[in-house]
Every structure is written in C-alpha cells, then in structure tokens.
C-alpha cells in the first residue's frame, strides 16, 4: 500500500484548484468603489480606500515581465529555482516560481497559471501553490 503525501496549499484564499478537474486559476479583486483589480486581496483599496470587493477568477496566461534564476534557495527549495513576474491583460503583474528550464525562459514569452509543488519540508509535506508554465497545446 503506498502512503499518502501530506499536502497544504498556500493561500486557498486567493489560488484555486477546482476539485471537478477543471484548470487552476487565482481569484483577482476588483474594488466596487472604483474598479481597479488587485491581486492578491487587499483588505481596503488603495486607490478609493473602498473595503468591497468581488472576487472572480483572473485569467490563467500572460507575458513574462523579468526573473532570476537562485541556484543556492532556502532549504526545503530545489535549485536551479527560477521566479519572475508574469503580466497579464488586465494590467496586474503577478510574481511566482516558474516551472521552466532556466536556459528555455525568455523575458516576453507566454506562461500560464498551473499547480505545483512548491516546497517540500524534512518530513515529507507538500506545498502546493500556482506554478507558471510554459503554455501548452489549447491553453489559452
């Protein structure tokens, strides 16, 4: 019988992975007194001070903005470990690890939002969060 990994997902709040087997998605903000979008939430907006928001999923592609590759990362991180900042349409820049061979990033290309482990502790336990991922076939 093969043991179960233990597993947490970082900030369900604002990250989701549909249990019907549909795409992960993050859930951007957009302020009701003046419309700008943010992600991750906010609790007041800084551009109205408005305190409510509606929550909807943001789109899952968007244009690699910059990165760095860290070759020594914390414990419980694997190296080579790219992170960048990913632009999307709607003008939020969103920064996360990035699930590509660092020799195969280019600043300017296509990644879109998937799951992935993120860490791993001494004992096993996963982190799971959003990924970017080169686009596959049908992903946008």
């Known amino acids: 019988m093969t043991e179960k990994?233990?597993?947490?997902i970082f900030h369900p709040d604002f990250f989701k992975i549909p249990e019907d087997g549909s795409k992960p998605y993050l859930v951007e903000?957009?302020?009701r007194g003046c419309g700008k979008l943010w992600f991750?939430?906010?609790?007041?907006?800084?551009?109205?001070?408005?305190?409510?928001?509606?929550?909807?999923?943001?789109?899952?592609?968007?244009k690699l903005y910059s990165y760095t590759v860290m070759y020594i990362p914390q414990p419980g991180l694997k190296a080579p470990?790219?992170?960048?900042?990913?632009?999307?349409?709607?003008?939020?820049?969103?920064?996360?690890?990035?699930?590509?061979?660092?020799?195969?990033?280019?600043i300017g290309m296509d990644l879109?939002?998937?799951?992935?482990?993120?860490?791993?502790?001494?004992?096993?336990?996963?982190?799971?969060?959003?990924?970017?991922r080169e686009v596959s076939e049908g992903g946008k």
């Open 5 to 8: 990994t233990e597993q947490v």
């Open 29 to 31: 903000s957009k302020c």
């Open 40 to 62: 991750p939430k906010l609790p007041i907006c800084p551009a109205c001070l408005s305190e409510t928001f509606d929550d909807t999923p943001m789109e899952r592609v968007g």
């Open 112 to 132: 879109q939002v998937e799951s992935g482990v993120i860490r791993e502790d001494k004992t096993g336990k996963q982190t799971i969060s959003y990924v970017f």
């Open 81 to 106: 470990l790219a992170i960048g900042y990913v632009d999307f349409s709607n003008g939020v820049r969103v920064g996360a690890q990035i699930d590509v061979l660092p020799e195969k990033i280019q």
